[in-house]
């Protein structure tokens, strides 16, 4: 079988210190900040020059935590329940030939800081930490296709939950990180699978643990914690 080696370029480092939680595709949740720090191979001021002059990016990275995992030719996609079997390459599922994810994120900004030039953008749906292969410009007219089919995804465009969450609960949230952490849970963490209105989950973002559960499309949050605090 033929290989290949990928240099990583960079990692990107945000709030998503666990996998459940993360958006199922980037751009759900627009306002979540992330990091790119380039490794010392590639801290050239040259490679960034006129980035600034695009609004979006491609990011080619590495499902880092699947590396020891087999891939599988038909897959059970989380949106369909569970139950359905599809083809690998109709899904965008980890669980790949070559773990490679691709996200579309818009850029804020090119900053330099004392890690070397770093680029700042939002809407990643990655890990923190995630090796990234590969930055490329996003081109409009190319890109996107507004009259694109988008097979099983396309029953899944408009669905959210109705997230109840209290004044106090929401009060011990950072408020630059309240209006992140409701449009996560609007998304639905959960494995579509598991629908039992008493099971109450945890999911970690930004050094808070939200403990909610999920009822007829009403997502209540229990609990929230600040794990930072020693």
């Known amino acids: 079988m033929d290989t290949l080696n990928l240099k990583i370029i ?7 210190s666990h996998k459940f939680g993360i958006p199922r595709q980037s751009g759900l ?12 191979d590639f801290k050239n001021e040259d490679a960034l020059r006129d980035i600034e002059n695009f609004s979006h990016l491609w990011l ?31 899904t965008r599922s980890p669980f790949r030939p070559n773990p490679i994810g691709l996200s579309s994120v818009k850029l804020i900004k090119k900053e330099k800081t004392k890690n070397g030039t770093v680029l700042i953008v939002k809407g990643a749906d ?6 990234i292969f590969d930055i490329k410009p996003y081109i409009k007219y190319t890109d996107c296709h ?3 089919v988008c097979g099983f995804a396309d029953d899944f465009q408009d669905y959210s939950l109705t997230v109840e969450i209290s004044e106090e609960l929401l009060n011990i949230i950072q408020k630059d990180k309240q209006q992140v952490i ?19 989950y945890g999911m970690c973002y930004g050094g808070y643990e939200i403990k909610f559960l999920v009822e007829n499309s009403v997502l209540t949050v229990k609990n929230v914690a600040n794990i930072t605090k020693p």
Not at 10 to 16: L, P, V
Not at 126 to 131: A, D, F, H, M
């Open 10 to 16: 960079a990692r990107i480092y945000n709030d998503y």
């Open 29 to 40: 949740v627009n306002e979540n900040i992330s990091t790119i720090v380039f490794e010392k």
């Open 60 to 90: 080619l990275w590495h499902f880092s935590d699947n590396d020891n995992k087999e891939w599988t030719p038909c897959v059970r996609p989380p949106r369909l329940g569970g139950n359905k079997r599809i083809g690998v390459f109709a």
């Open 126 to 131: 990655i890990l923190s930490g995630t090796p």
């Open 146 to 148: 507004p009259d694109a």
């Open 182 to 200: 409701i449009d996560i849970l609007k998304n639905d963490p959960r494995p579509s699978y598991q629908n039992d209105p008493n099971r109450i």
